[in-house]
């Protein structure tokens, strides 16, 4: 079963929860974050997982299902139309998370394969500043 707690964790870039919201239905996943503090997705949490990846840590499999679940707000590959959940981006950093989670949810893909470490470094290198001002 998963908690709301899971799903924070996940948004909050805890690669550990994420064989859970794999496994989870989208109702339930649904539900769980109805129940939610319904966190934002951070630059922090990004740099987080992109680290994890680089240090080996985390296996691009699940870095790859994260970002799918950041980016569509669901998992599930088939079956019948679902309502995805809603994942607010820190407005601060919007473009830059854009960016990355795009070029995570692409690892594994036959035509773009994976980004290499010096790529993945430069991209998160502007999540890891003081956001400009006016932003």
Do not use: C
């Not at 809603?86 to 980004?115: C, H, K, M, N, W």
Request: hydrophobic residues 40%; aromatic residues 6%; proline residues 10%.
């Amino acid at each position: 079963m998963i908690t709301s707690a899971d799903v924070e964790r996940a948004i909050q870039g805890n690669l550990d929860v994420m064989p859970r919201i794999a496994a989870a239905s989208h109702s339930d996943l649904a539900e769980a974050w109805t129940t939610s503090r319904r966190p934002t997705l951070t630059a922090p949490a990004v740099v987080r997982v992109v680290e994890a990846l680089l240090d080996r840590q985390a296996s691009e499999h699940w870095v790859q299902q994260w970002a799918s679940f950041v980016m569509r707000g669901y998992l599930e590959p088939a079956g019948p139309p679902i309502r995805p959940i809603e994942i607010d981006y820190q407005a601060e950093f919007e473009d830059e998370i854009v960016e990355v989670v795009s070029r995570l949810e692409q690892l594994g893909d036959l035509i773009d394969g994976t980004p290499d470490e010096p790529l993945l470094r430069a991209l998160i290198l502007p999540l890891k500043s003081p956001p400009r001002p006016g932003r």
